[in-house]
């Protein structure tokens, strides 16, 4: 079976991504399977240049099919804070939902956007890179106990619940990642048929 390398070492994407590509004949790879590999430190403006840094350092040392996803949180109110810096805006979960709900003290603007762009590497070079978005607005309290980072806070539109208060399985049919995912897959999809005719 091809191996692919799902090139995160945040344990709850990568159980997102094995549930997506569950139906998929590839044996899925995390980084947490190359122990000897250190990431560099994300030094990219943009989540695009972030995913394509993450994804073609991976597909360097392991020489297998690699994506990455580099992901964040937009707050409208913030000036779409903390965006590319969100794994970087606390200590720890509970941390970073604590200063996004301090800083969003007292603003009527709760609008919000889940951003992840998804970065494809074969062979040394960044083929692809997918965006998926998903809209919604940020609540005042945590709510929930699934998921991980800032779902507590977080209502995708047209939900009353948080990402947190949803299954996996629902929060896997609308979240950035997933609309992401699918993109990359519609790619590849496209790609290979363009293979098979040629062949
Ligand atoms: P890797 O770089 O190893 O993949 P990371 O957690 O450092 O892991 P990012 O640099 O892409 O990944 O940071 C993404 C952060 O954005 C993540 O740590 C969460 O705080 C937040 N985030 C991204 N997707 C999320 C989601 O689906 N639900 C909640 N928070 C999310």
Partial sequence: MTVIVAATANAHKFEEYRALLG??????????????FTPSE?????????????ALEACNYTDRPTFADDSGLEITALDNAPGIYSARYGKDDADRIGRVLRELEGKSDR???????????????????????????IIDAPRGENGFGY?????????????????????????????????????????????DDEF
């Fill in 23 to 36: 139906s998929q004949d590839v044996e899925l790879h995390s980084l947490l399977d190359y122990p000897g």
């Fill in 42 to 54: 994300e030094t990219g403006k943009t989540f695009k240049e972030n995913a394509s840094q993450k």
């Fill in 111 to 137: 609008s919000a956007r889940f951003v992840c762009v998804i970065a494809i590497a074969i062979n040394g070079e960044v083929i692809e890179t997918f965006e998926g978005v998903m809209e919604g607005t």
């Fill in 151 to 195: 779902d507590p806070i977080f209502v995708p539109k047209g939900e009353t619940r948080t990402f947190a208060e949803m299954s996996s399985e629902e929060k896997n049919k609308i979240s950035h990642r997933a609309r992401a995912l699918q993109k990359a897959l519609d790619f590849i999809e496209d790609e290979m048929s363009v293979l």
